[in-house]
């Protein structure tokens, strides 16, 4: 059997894996006590994810291209066909207030990376990986603007690192914390707000706010899909000025990325909005967003390694959890003062 064989069995088995921890999640979810502790399955797909990872033979790891293909093929493709479970009338609802939130979120979290991180010890290129990551859409941002400002590849690992353990504990603390804050007289829609603008990673947003109910999982999305629409905006502001801090000598620009499925996904709100589409289409295609984006998560969790957090060291662990403490923190005080 030749190389090429092997890579292609290595994808297949991640793949396979990967939706089998999915599935196993899909199941478990709809069990008694799971259920009424509000455990959803995208979080189990996670959790079930990192065990394997971590506790299971280093043989059964899938390739790093399968999982990379599950986490952002998948993932866009989950949060695309997740537009069909949402209306331009609750898009409406939400109203200008979300914008500013977020728009509040995004540029206190990125400042304060950029204050705190040479404090910590930190290069700026980290810095800026880690801010970005934290203050738009997690591991996704940290990739969409390592080629911007031509940062290593073991820097964005770092970042990735840091930004998935702290939005990972996020995703778990969130829907802990909601019967406080139910108490307190926060509503579902307002919790979804709350986690759509402060929560690290699209998956992990969707997983918080389905944990809870529809109508927050509904509110998150939109709040978090509305912030990774700034990151196109983000990431041409921040190429124009790193480019005047930093002048590349040949004149080269670095790549920007668009999120394209943010735009997709607004696109399956419209559809959806419009009526053309039965049930008897729409139900199915619901159906497949929840495995797709079980599968997503399974995937990240399948690549969060104790040895690569360790290999990071403290100071991106200390940045990261800084910005994680902020958006809990800072990230509540702008959703009571704005909303």
Known sequence: MGNNDMKILDKQHGLLLAGALALASLWLATLQWLAAHGVS???LAML???LAAN?????????????????????????????????????????????LIDAAVLCSTFALALWAGPRLGLD??????????????GAAAVMATQPVIRASGERASLAVAGVVLFGSIAMLLYP????????????DTAYGVMTGSTLHEVAQVVAAGKAVSEQAANAAVLTKMLRVMMLAPFLLLLAA????????????RGRITIPWFAFGFVAMVALNSSGWLPASVVAPL?????????????????????????????????????LFGWLMVGGGLFNWLLG
């Open 48 to 50: 079930l994810g990192i």
């Open 55 to 99: 506790l299971g033979p280093r043989h059964t790891r899938p390739a790093p291209a399968t999982l990379a293909f599950c986490k952002t093929t998948l993932l866009r493709a989950g949060i695309v066909l997740f537009g069909l479970r949402l209306t331009l009338g609750e898009l409406g609802q939400l109203g200008a207030t979300v914008w």
């Open 41 to 43: 399955a995208l979080t």
């Open 286 to 322: 619901q159906q497949l967003t929840t495995l797709l984006l079980a599968t997503a998560m399974a995937a990240l969790g399948l690549d969060t390694r104790a040895s690569a957090i360790r290999a990071a060291g403290w100071p991106p662990l200390l940045l990261a959890g800084l």
């Open 124 to 137: 700026r290129e980290s810095s800026v990986l880690i801010g970005a990551g934290s203050a738009i859409c």
């Open 176 to 187: 802990a914390a909601y019967p406080l804050l139910a108490s307190l007289g926060v509503s």
């Open 241 to 252: 000025w790193w480019q005047r801090r930093q002048p590349q000598a040949s004149g080269q």
